[in-house]
Nanobody
Framework: QVQLLESGGGLVQPGGSLRLSCAAS????????MGWYRQAPGKQRELVAS???????KYADSVKGRFTISRGNAKNTLYLQMNSLKPEDTAVYYC?????????WGQGTQVTVST
């Protein structure tokens, strides 16, 4: 059973930056695919970015050039560097892991972009 713990959300002004972190525990193996999703009020959860253990990345068109997903040196850690934040980036951000045929989710961290 994989557990995911996110941190790093908060309130930031438009144009600002935040860095989200996700630490996975419960497995001694490298998780192949990890990603960040977000869900704004009244909207469906959507993929923000994903990364494989080999370093291949995917981004939603809305965040390309502003967000960067990366994996840490410690096994199964995940980051999302968010720059040039916009009010429309406001959402709960969830860490996701696909491991051995199962999907795992973190509890979510709130990101609010507002003046």
């Amino acid at each position: 059973q994989v557990q995911l713990l996110e941190s790093g959300g908060g309130l930031v002004q438009p144009g600002g930056s935040l860095r989200l972190s996700c630490a996975a525990s419960g497995t001694m193996f490298s998780i192949h695919n990890m990603g960040w999703y977000r869900q704004a009020p009244g909207k469906q959860r959507e993929l923000v970015a994903s990364i494989t253990s080999g370093g291949s990345t995917k981004y939603a068109d809305s965040v390309k050039g502003r967000f960067t997903i990366s994996r840490g040196n410690a096994k199964n850690t995940l980051y999302l560097q968010m720059n040039s934040l916009k009010p429309e980036d406001t959402a709960v951000y969830y860490c996701n892991a696909a491991h051995r045929g199962a999907l795992y989710w973190g509890q979510g961290t709130q990101v609010t972009v507002s003046t």
